[in-house]
């Protein structure tokens, strides 16, 4: 039974992917659904996945940085809103280049290219990985506040803190 890990930080769009890939690959089993690449890292040590989906732009590291980390372990699907990377990977050997929103359609054609690699070892993706690092700028940092104006007040909202607070200047 082939296994994958989703490294995602847009929650929605982690949980989209899932059910997507589970309503159209029912033997895959997702093993790990992460939000960042540090936590990406550590599920591909602790699971050994056959495949993983990476979003490019993540806190932490970037999908770049942990494809570089996952060399020939994985086979690597990147999943992201950013096309101008995909003839890079593709030309690197990554398995498949999927732009978000990824539709039904789309995936099946992934899936089919999945199905095909099982049975090959993965390719060493470090040359493009360096190109792409290049290109991607500096990291993206969370989201941490909110600012919404009410009246003449400033209002500081913090998201996903778990916190409920709001503060008040």
Not at 86 to 106: N, S
Not at 108 to 131: N, Y
Request: net charge negative; hydrophobic share 45%.
């Amino acid at each position: 039974m082939p296994t994958a890990i989703i490294a995602e930080d847009e929650a929605i769009l982690r949980t989209q992917l899932a059910t997507k890939l589970a309503k159209l690959w029912p033997e895959l089993e997702i093993v790990a659904q992460v939000e960042d690449g540090a936590a990406a890292l550590e599920a591909l040590e602790e699971h050994a996945p056959d495949f993983m989906f990476l979003d490019i732009r993540m806190p932490e590291m970037t999908g770049v940085e942990v494809a570089r980390h996952v060399g020939t372990r994985s086979r690597v699907v990147f999943v992201t809103a950013y096309d101008e990377y995909a003839i890079q990977a593709f030309e690197a050997g990554a398995v498949d280049y999927v732009l978000k929103p990824a539709t039904d359609d789309r995936l099946s054609l992934t899936i089919g290219r999945l199905k095909e690699k099982l049975a090959v070892q993965p390719q060493d993706l470090t040359a493009v990985l360096a190109r792409i690092s290049e290109q991607l700028g500096p990291k993206r940092e969370r989201l941490q506040w909110i600012k919404a104006t009410v009246g003449q007040n400033l209002r500081l909202i913090p998201v996903c803190s778990g916190r409920s607070t709001v503060r008040r200047w």
